[in-house]
Every structure is written in structure tokens, then in C-alpha cells.
């Protein structure tokens, strides 16, 4: 899994969030955190990638997180984005802003309907979580408990620069993964020709691109 974040803050980007936010329906400045991603994938019989940008209100500042992920669905790549960037900005702003706040308003702007479904269900802590990533769901859940304050919005597709910046990325995550999936190139197996898998019971060898032998 690969992670990366950055930080900066673009001319006129708050102002251009909050016109995306008043087309999703959330009055000027009512929120804390605004989460924009996307993910690309197919079955869990091949990679996955996906990216998100995570504003802050407070720092005016945007971040930006990718990674990808083999093998993984497609619901998967659409639901972990926003996990990710919470659990980031939970351990280095979070714990302490929750301390000094009732809450944080967090605002998740996605293009999957499924997802925004799940997960406005997911922190509604009077129903149980959605049974489809319910490891993720569950954890986004107990953000819930601990003091962010969700909604869940729906946006089509490319109807804002954030999202087709993400769409962008995500697709590039995912070809970045796979690139470095088996069948692997000559270079490749010439600097693995010299590791030698074996089982541990039988002692017999294990060809490196026969480790996942489900794959079609």
C-alpha cells in the first residue's frame, strides 16, 4: 500500500470549495473538514488505487492522500480514501481539536451513490453498519462516536476540479500497482532469480508468480 500527503494552499480555493458545498446543499462555512475522493478499480481479483483531498477550514490549507492496493474491489477503492485522510489528520490535529470543540463537521463529497449510502448509514450509530467493507465502514464509525460529525453528499461525476483530480490520480495509483504485479518483466526476474521461496512443511519451491494462484 502506498501513502503519501501533501499540503499547500492554491489561490481562491476556499472560495471555490464553498460554491461546491453550497451545490451539495451545506450553508457557508458550516463545516470543518471537507473530504473530496475517488477510487478506480474492478473485482477483487485486481488492483486497486484511489485519492482523496482532505481542506481544513481551520489552516485554510488542502491535503492530498493516494495509494492503491492488490487485490482489492472497486467499493473498496471508493470507501478507504476518506479513512485514510482522517485517520492522518486524527493523529496530528484531530485528538487535539476534539478536546477543544464539541465536534468537527465533516464533509465527505463523493461520485459513488453507493458509497455516500453506506456512509451515511455507517455514522448513524442507531443502525448497524453497512455489511458490504464493513472493516472500513466500522472504523469510520467509531470516528463517529469519537466526535466527527459526518455528511455524506453525493456529486456526479466531473462536476468539480477536485474530482477529476482525484479520478486522475486514483486511475494512476492503480496502473502504478499494477505495473508491479506478476507476470514480472525480465529485469524483474533476473533481480528475483537469486530468492528461493519454499514451503515450510514440504520444503518444496514456490514459483513467485504462482503466489496468488486464484487470480484469472
Given at each position: ?123 448513524n450509530v442507531a443502525v448497524p453498519v453497512p455489511d458490504k467493507q464493513r472493516m472500513i465502514w ?79
Amino acid at each position: 500500500m502506498a501513502v503519501r500527503s501533501r499540503s499547500g494552499n492554491p489561490p481562491r480555493q476556499i472560495v471555490y470549495l464553498e460554491e461546491m458545498l453550497s451545490r451539495a446543499g451545506i450553508p457557508s462555512g458550516q463545516w470543518d473538514l471537507v473530504l473530496v475522493g475517488d477510487g478506480s478499480g474492478s473485482k477483487w481479483t485486481s488492483p486497486c488505487g484511489w485519492s482523496v483531498v482532505l481542506a481544513d477550514r481551520r489552516t485554510r490549507q488542502f491535503h492530498h492522500f493516494h495509494g492503491a492496493a492488490s487485490p482489492a474491489s472497486v467499493n473498496f477503492a471508493e470507501a478507504i480514501p476518506y479513512l485514510h485522510a482522517l485517520t492522518w489528520f486524527d493523529s496530528q490535529f484531530g485528538k487535539t481539536r476534539l478536546r477543544e470543540q464539541m465536534g468537527l463537521r465533516v464533509v465527505v463529497i463523493t461520485d459513488s451513490q453507493v458509497i455516500a449510502r453506506w456512509g451515511a448509514q455507517a455514522t448513524n450509530v442507531a443502525v448497524p453498519v453497512p455489511d458490504k467493507q464493513r472493516m472500513i465502514w466500522a472504523s469510520v464509525r467509531e470516528l463517529a462516536r469519537a466526535g466527527y460529525q459526518f455528511q455524506f453528499r453525493w456529486a456526479a461525476r466531473d462536476t468539480s476540479s477536485l474530482n477529476k483530480f482525484a479520478d486522475v490520480v486514483a486511475a494512476r495509483s492503480r496502473r502504478a500497482v499494477m505495473e508491479a504485479e506478476p507476470p514480472f518483466g525480465q529485469s524483474d526476474r533476473e533481480a528475483l532469480g537469486s530468492l528461493r521461496f519454499l514451503d515450510p512443511e514440504t520444503e518444496e519451491e514456490i514459483r513467485i508468480d504462482h503466489l496468488n494462484p486464484w487470480r484469472t
